[in-house]
């Protein structure tokens, strides 16, 4: 099975630190992915990557940023942390080799609150 | 534009009766793929069933059965006889032919079954 683990389930930051959020999956996937989740709006792509050391914006990119130095290995970043970035973070991975119906994994989430 | 509408925001059911729930998606795209998702209060997004564009076929799994019509834009998926354990909010998303596997997500259903 494809797992993919969210380094902290829950996460209380203050307006104006740094936030890292981690994220790692064990599938050599090649793409990853972050969301916001928000009641009412679903799931909102932040950022993307689809190889090492390779990043595209998503819908919503603005405040953050991302590293993918790994191909296991791809984090978020928020720059300087502010109280509408307060929300859920979900991870994702899926395989481009094998076509492109391939689902995409998620991890647990983050939840994350900036006060 | 692509852009995939869930209108029931939350639906509130009896455990045993019969629930759909309704996706309908927007793409110009003539090949596109469907998923839908189940996030229990856990979090973790469960990855439930795909369709490519060119398949109308319905499909059953167990409880679950999906029903995708192209002349109407829809896929809709329906729960038999539910349970407790159904309860869930449920995503459909839309993935259409570009690149990076991107999902387009609708804003997702609230279920909730009571005994």
């Known amino acids: 099975d494809v797992k993919v683990t969210q380094s902290s389930r829950y996460l209380v930051k203050r307006t104006g630190e740094k936030v890292f959020l981690e994220c790692v999956q064990d599938?050599?996937?090649?793409?990853m992915f972050w969301y916001r989740q928000d009641p009412g709006l679903g799931l909102r792509l932040i950022y993307f990557?689809?190889?090492?050391?390779?990043?595209e914006k998503g819908d919503i990119p603005e405040g953050y940023s991302v590293s993918r130095e790994k191909k296991e290995r791809f984090s978020l970043i928020l720059e300087s942390a502010s109280t509408n970035q307060t929300s859920m973070y979900l991870c994702?991975?899926?395989?481009?080799?094998?076509?492109?119906?391939?689902?995409?994994?998620f991890g647990d989430g983050t939840r994350l609150s900036i006060l | 534009a692509q852009k995939v509408t869930q209108a029931q925001t939350e639906i509130s059911v009896v455990e045993k009766e019969d629930v759909t729930l309704d996706c309908v998606y927007e793409?110009?795209?003539?090949?596109?793929?469907l998923f839908w998702y189940k996030q229990p209060p856990s979090g973790e997004l469960v990855f439930l069933i795909r369709?490519?564009?060119?398949?109308?076929q319905n499909e059953i799994s167990g409880r679950y059965s999906w029903n995708f019509q192209k002349s109407t834009s829809s896929f809709n998926f329906t729960i038999t006889a539910s349970q407790v354990v159904d309860s869930a909010v449920y995503f459909c998303?839309?993935?259409?032919?570009?690149?990076?596997?991107?999902?387009?997500f609708g804003a997702g259903t609230r279920l909730a079954v009571h005994p």
């Open positions: 994702a991975s899926s395989s481009k080799r094998q076509g492109r119906n391939q689902p995409q994994h």
């Open positions: 599938m050599d996937h090649e793409n």
């Open positions: 990557s689809y190889d090492v050391k390779m990043k």
């Open positions: 793409t110009r795209d003539t090949t596109y793929y």
């Open positions: 369709r490519n564009s060119f398949d109308e």
């Open positions: 998303a839309l993935r259409c032919g570009g690149g990076y596997n991107k999902l387009i």
